[in-house]
């Protein structure tokens, strides 16, 4: 696939669009709104904020310039989060039973709703991004595109409605919906699929849709069995731990730096796939079966858990082996394939890479904050809990990649798989620590 010159310096971040440039009237009218709206809240609620929540409003409002100062389409997304978030809480008024009796809240934007709505509509998003992906449609690429924006609006807008319900069940009920592993996926989700839409744009290709919407159908799939298996979607006071304004810059650093080490090893599944075939062809009719017997060895796993109740939640965890090795071995075998339907290796390497750098970036700053945040609740820095030593453990594995790319300039499939398999790192992590080990972040169990 051929990229001309100018557009691998756009990708690059070395074309006219990376150079300074004076403000416009539409970036005026964005710092005014955002300005305005930052103010409007520190005005009505500056009575019950302390002044560290005072300055992450501030630093908030900042971040949220820069981000629109950069990329344009975030301010629209913006603009239509708010005014959804803020249709919604009038229509709540001072009563949570409003959710039961209004229409738009019912059947639309209640927390509960909306999520509901961004599930749907991100798993109807990878379906149709593979669908231009095996059409080469520009309208249906478009079209997944524009579902995965409006899917993503519902997520974050979800999320600030669920803020004003747990205010509206109790003032010592309420806080910032990043509490619990069932906000934390939705976080994940938006996050994720806002850093895709940053590149897809930036790349003017909707080929990688296909592949990183996998990952967050998937975060959607653990949604939905952990709504309607363990009836987590239920607001719960927080605990004390959690009574914290570290939290709210805590988490959702931690999540961007997720997010993007997602983006990056569903970007390394992409960079293989278009690279030319390499095994044999008596080999890839071997991977082709050998691939589906595995994952039907993990589905069946999960499916006789069905029946033998009380080995569910090992079995389920455990048929993800199988899955994850089966998916693997079908990239092996379906190298060169789709070659000429995806974009260069050179795009899609350069992609990863920055994906790692601002995921490790976020990761940094957010392990600097959770050891302020323990030192505060704990009394310690660092206690080597399994949270916190598996968060060292992703740190170094990217610390790692970088150092070998920045340093050696290594790059091509070695790091692609690395990338990969980083994600399975990163999920333990995030996910298997809260499964099978316990210390002091417990609160975060299955």
């Excluded at 696939?1 to 690059?12: F, G, I, N």
């Excluded at 994940?188 to 699929?193: D, E, L, N, Q, R």
């Excluded at 996998?214 to 975060?219: D, Q």
Aim: charged share 10%.
């Amino acid at each position: 696939m051929a990229v001309t010159r100018e557009r691998m310096l756009d990708v690059l971040g070395n074309g006219p669009e990376s150079a300074p440039r004076r403000p416009a009237t539409a970036e005026w009218i964005w710092i005014a709104l955002v300005l305005t709206g930052a103010g409007w809240a520190g005005w009505t609620y500056g009575a019950v904020m302390d002044g560290y929540e005072l300055a992450i409003l501030a630093g908030s409002a900042l971040a949220l310039i820069a981000w629109g100062w950069h990329w344009r389409p975030a301010r629209a997304y913006s603009a239509a989060v708010a005014a959804l978030s803020l249709f919604a809480i009038g229509r709540y008024g001072d009563s949570l039973g409003a959710a039961q009796t209004d229409f738009f809240l019912k059947y639309l934007l209640a927390s509960q709703q909306a999520f509901m709505w961004m599930s749907a509509l991100y798993v109807l998003a990878t379906l149709t991004y593979a669908a231009a992906l095996v059409s080469r449609s520009d309208f249906v690429g478009r079209t997944a595109s524009a579902l995965t924006w409006t899917a993503s609006v519902m997520g974050l807008a979800g999320l600030m409605v669920r803020w004003r319900e747990s205010y509206l069940m109790g003032a010592d009920i309420g806080h910032i919906p990043v509490s619990n592993l069932y906000e934390v996926f939705i976080l994940f989700s938006v996050i994720t699929a806002l850093l895709y839409l940053y590149y897809e744009g930036r790349t003017r290709t909707r080929a990688m849709g296909a592949f990183v919407l996998l990952v967050i159908s998937a975060a959607v799939g653990f949604l939905l069995w952990y709504t309607f298996d363990r009836e987590a979607q239920h607001i719960q006071p927080l605990v004390p731990a959690l009574q914290s304004y570290w939290m709210k810059i805590h988490v959702p650093a931690n999540f961007i730096g997720y997010g993007a080490f997602s983006l990056a090893a569903m970007l390394g599944v992409v960079y293989l796939l278009a690279q030319p075939q390499q095994a044999a062809p008596a080999l890839r009719r071997v991977l082709w079966p050998a691939g589906a017997l595995l994952v039907a060895t993990g589905a069946a796993m999960v499916g006789w858990t069905f029946t033998h109740e009380e080995a569910a939640k090992v079995l389920r965890a455990w048929a993800l082996l199988p899955v994850t090795a089966g998916l693997l071995v079908w990239v092996v075998a379906g190298q060169g394939r789709m070659a000429d339907r995806l974009p260069a290796p050179a795009v899609v390497d350069n992609i990863l890479y920055k994906s790692i750098a601002l995921g490790f970036a976020a990761f940094t700053v957010a392990t600097i904050l959770g050891a302020l945040w323990a030192a505060e609740a704990w009394g310690g820095y660092w206690s080597w809990d399994p949270k916190e030593t598996w968060a060292l453990i992703v740190w170094l594995n990217y610390a790692a990649w970088l150092h070998l790319r920045l340093t050696k300039g290594l790059r091509g499939p070695p790091m692609a798989w690395w990338a990969i398999i980083g994600l399975f790192v990163t999920a333990f992590a995030f996910l298997g620590v809260n499964m099978w080990l316990s210390g002091l972040h417990s609160y975060g169990t299955l």
